[in-house]
């Protein structure tokens, strides 16, 4: 065909690949001009995403540091695999259990002094952990005495250990059906956990709806090291059902039903409760079973007005040890222009107490089951998040952010009069960062 | 799979759906739910409506007042805004002023998807001093626009987003038939087409190209696997006087019509960025083909004298050349112009 106009001349042509990147990234500004809701498809590029992370609970408590590093790649046209390798240092010291504060007749408060150890073996505590001095060799059952308060005993020992997890995922996609296979191994000095999952998600009714189901199965043995050669075995089996369901292109809702099942050794070795019939602490002990549901309610709702996005979660569980938890959790994401972004959170935790929970046991009870874990006790919660993010370029993110935590008694929606010493409040930080290929 | 038309009328356009989907209630589902999202931008951005977003704006630009706009509005005042600077002031949506002194009738025998065209009129130029007195309120250099606020330097100014919202509806239609499964189809809005994907049987969409010179013909044909069609051209509306034809591209330079191109269509990932590109390639006049080019999308144009150009100037010759051996089995086989007799 003849051309009409001269040939092209390279003069104008320089500055064009430019504006065409530049109405290309306009437009896909728009709103509505990418998916809102993906089909579920295998990864397309390579990505590696890494963090650090650091958890204070203040002086003498527990520290973690934490290194992250994960990797997704696609594997043919249907698979896409990831890879997940976490290492963590954990320090400090932890509490083991609590004692009381008496006052006996004549006016004497008896202040059990912890510090007087008698023995002391292991690293984080153990069966020959301090006892506090004997009221004056008679049973407090006998002597009149009322408690006025109470104390907590913090092991005397820091601990000092290292985690290595590593864990690898499949996904196979095919139409509207996607198949996942997890297997991983967490590895520590005195626990190991091997365990396998396997999921499927579903897509119907035109992508709108998501039905997910799930199974997982942990082996774990713990190996405590104030017990050497006792190794307790525990297995942990997961049933998921849930449901997403798009309610229109701005909005989320999405159900999940969660029963897990645990059997075996479920104590934790370090935790002892203070028994005021023998003045002395002994290892706590817990049932062989426990059986747990969870169920999580969550909205999520674009508002392009704002160009902000809110989540709003309500989890509620409860399980056969009496432990009833609600969470209510809301996050606000903002765009804020030039690849920010930031993400303000509050949750709000409350926890009703296990049956077998006392702050310290005035006789054993006969059924064998006990505990003084502050974390099996009732207590309410709040926390704060901030995280901000920033797009460098198109393939690199980074992120930063900062969370809050505040454990208190008073703050459960319970009435209760466990003790408050258990209180503690804790600081996170975390740097992140993620590379597309 | 089957395939499901769903025609409807949009932005004063005939439109129209073709979706591959299991059932007739899957299509038709979708298909509902992409021509409610047309009629809500439709809505939202028509300057026939008092009661749209857009025609809010106009009337703070009337009374030259500022106005603070949502974030919807701002990526298109973003988009325009990126048009006008990579156009070097062609692509311009206050321009549209100038129809208050270029009266443009439809031509009588064009079926094409022009807009309602309020301003009909009998044919007549309009006299230089009243094109350079509305020139004096063209130029998105004469706003001042600091997302979420524009403020106007003079009062009687008027945006249209005409040349942008329809493509940006395709577009969006295609994305939201996308999310709701449907995979293989089509979105025509007026001419301005989003192909999702492929045919069932995986052969590509063929799409006519209109012939700038006899609206009812068509040039020939592109084929489309996924992405954005767009075509820009004088053939909808124009003046003839005194034998000489007056495009309705209007530049917003000269306030005078385009000279230099009768039509260009582009092809793009997107309709909008096609449907700019064309426009803005039709603007640039004689020197569009150059423009066009450089742009590294591909892309056809049609000069006044009927002679092709462009990378799928010989898609469409090819087309062409079946065509006139008669072994072309295409739905929309057109009458048979040839480029070098067009002219």
Same mark, same amino acid.
């Given at each position: 065909m003849k051309q009409p106009f001269p040939r092209r001349t390279? @003069?104008?042509?320089?500055a064009q690949p430019k504006t065409l990147a530049a109405l290309t990234s306009a437009a896909l500004a728009?709103?509505?001009?990418? @998916?809102?809701?993906?089909?579920?498809?295998?990864?397309t590029q390579v990505e590696l995403e890494g963090g650090l992370f650091y958890y204070d609970e203040g002086p003498d408590r527990v520290r973690v540091a934490t290194v992250q590093q994960q990797a997704l790649t696609p594997v043919g046209d249907d698979f896409d695999v990831k890879l997940n390798a976490v290492y963590d240092a954990i320090s400090g010291a932890s509490p083991i259990y609590n004692v009381p504060t008496l006052e006996c007749p004549g006016g004497t408060v008896i202040?059990?002094?912890?510090?007087?150890?008698d023995t002391v073996s292991g690293a984080?505590?153990?069966?020959?952990s301090p006892l506090p001095r004997p009221l004056g060799g008679i049973p407090y059952t006998q002597s009149g005495c009322q408690p006025i308060g109470v104390q907590q005993v913090i092991s005397p020992t820091p601990f000092d250990d290292r985690r290595v997890a590593v864990d690898a995922k499949v996904n196979y996609y095919r139409g509207d059906s996607t198949i996942g296979l997890g297997l991983g191994i967490s590895d520590e000095r005195d626990y190991r956990s091997n365990f396998f999952s396997l999921d499927l998600r579903q897509e119907l009714n035109q992508k709108q709806t998501t039905l997910a189901l799930g199974f997982s199965l942990a082996d774990d043995k713990v190996m405590p090291v104030n017990d050497p050669g006792f190794i307790g075995d525990k297995q942990t089996l997961q049933y998921l059902v849930g449901v997403t369901q798009i +309610? %229109?292109?701005?909005s989320l809702v999405q159900v999940n039903l969660t029963y897990a099942n645990a059997a075996g050794y479920?104590?934790?070795?370090y935790k002892e409760v203070f028994v005021l019939e023998s003045n002395s602490a002994i290892p706590e002990q817990r049932p062989d079973q426990r059986g747990q549901w969870n169920l999580l309610g969550r909205y999520v709702r674009f508002l392009p007005a704002l160009d902000a996005a809110l989540h709003l979660d309500y989890r509620y569980s409860w399980d056969d040890w009496g432990v009833t938890a609600n969470t209510l959790e809301t996050s606000w994401i903002q765009t804020l222009g030039q690849g920010w972004q930031a993400t303000l959170g509050v949750r709000y935790y409350s926890q009703g107490e296990a %049956?077998?929970?006392? %702050?310290?046991? %005035?006789t054993l009870p006969a059924n064998g089951a006990y505990t003084s874990d502050y974390r099996l006790a009732t207590f309410g919660a709040l926390g704060y998040r901030l995280r901000l993010s920033k797009?460098?370029?198109?393939?690199v993110r980074i992120d930063a952010g900062i969370e809050y935590y505040d454990r208190r008694v008073? +703050?459960? +929606?319970n009435s209760t009069d466990n003790t408050d010493a258990a209180d503690y409040d804790s600081l996170t930080f975390n740097l992140g960062w993620k590379v597309s290929f | 799979m089957r395939l499901f038309r769903f025609p409807f009328r949009a932005m004063g356009s005939p439109c129209e759906l073709q979706l591959y989907a299991e059932t007739r209630h899957q299509a038709k589902g979708a298909a509902q739910r992409a021509m409610a999202d047309v009629s809500l931008l439709e809505a939202r951005y =028509? /300057?026939? /409506?008092?009661? =749209?977003v857009l025609s809010g704006i106009n009337a703070a630009a009337a009374r030259g007042e500022p106005i603070e706009v949502d974030a919807e509005t701002a990526a298109l005042l973003d988009y325009a805004q990126t048009c006008y600077e990579r156009s070097d002031g062609l692509?311009? #949506? $206050? *321009?549209?002023?100038?129809r208050q002194v270029w009266s443009f009738g439809s031509r009588p025998a064009a079926e094409s998807g *022009?807009?309602? $065209? =309020?301003?009909?009129?009998?044919?007549r130029l309009p006299d230089p001093a009243e094109v350079a007195a509305v020139l004096g309120r063209v130029?998105?250099?004469?706003l001042r626009w600091q997302r979420p606020r524009l403020e106007f330097s003079v009062p009687g100014m008027e945006l249209d987003l005409g040349g942008i919202v329809k493509e940006y509806a395709a577009d969006r239609a295609g994305t939201l038939l996308r999310d709701l499964g449907i995979t293989q189809g089509l979105v025509n809005l007026g001419g301005d087409i989003r192909v999702l994907?492929?045919? *069932?049987?995986g052969r590509p969409w063929t799409v006519g190209i209109r012939d700038p010179r006899r609206? *009812?013909?068509?040039?020939g044909h592109v084929r489309v696997r996924e992405g954005g069609l767009a075509s820009s051209g004088d053939y909808e509306r124009c003046l003839e006087i005194g034998g000489r034809r007056y495009g309705? #591209?209007? =530049?917003? /330079? $000269?306030g005078w019509p385009v000279e230099g191109l009768a039509a260009v269509s582009v092809l793009a990932p997107t309709c909008l960025v096609a449907g700019s590109a064309a426009t803005i390639g039709m603007l640039q006049g004689a020197s569009g083909p150059d423009w066009l080019a450089g742009l590294g999308l591909p892309h056809l144009w049609v000069d006044p004298q009927g002679c092709l150009g462009g990378d799928l100037a010989g898609d469409v010759a090819r087309h062409l050349a079946r065509n006139l051996a008669g072994d072309l089995a295409d739905d929309?086989?057109?009458?048979i112009p040839t480029a070098h007799s067009a002219g």
């Open positions: 390279a @003069s104008r042509c320089r728009l709103p509505g001009m990418t @998916s809102q809701a993906p089909a579920a498809t295998p990864a202040q059990p002094n912890t510090s007087g150890t984080s505590g153990g069966t020959s +309610l %229109d292109k701005a479920l104590t934790d070795p %049956d077998f929970y006392r %702050d310290y046991f %005035d797009q460098v370029t198109d393939a008073g +703050l459960a +929606l | =028509s /300057r026939y /409506r008092a009661d =749209s692509f311009d #949506i $206050t *321009a549209g002023v100038l *022009a807009e309602p $065209t =309020s301003e009909r009129g009998p044919g130029g998105w250099d004469k994907g492929p045919h *069932a049987d609206p *009812a013909c068509l040039l309705h #591209i209007l =530049s917003p /330079r $000269t929309l086989a057109p009458p």
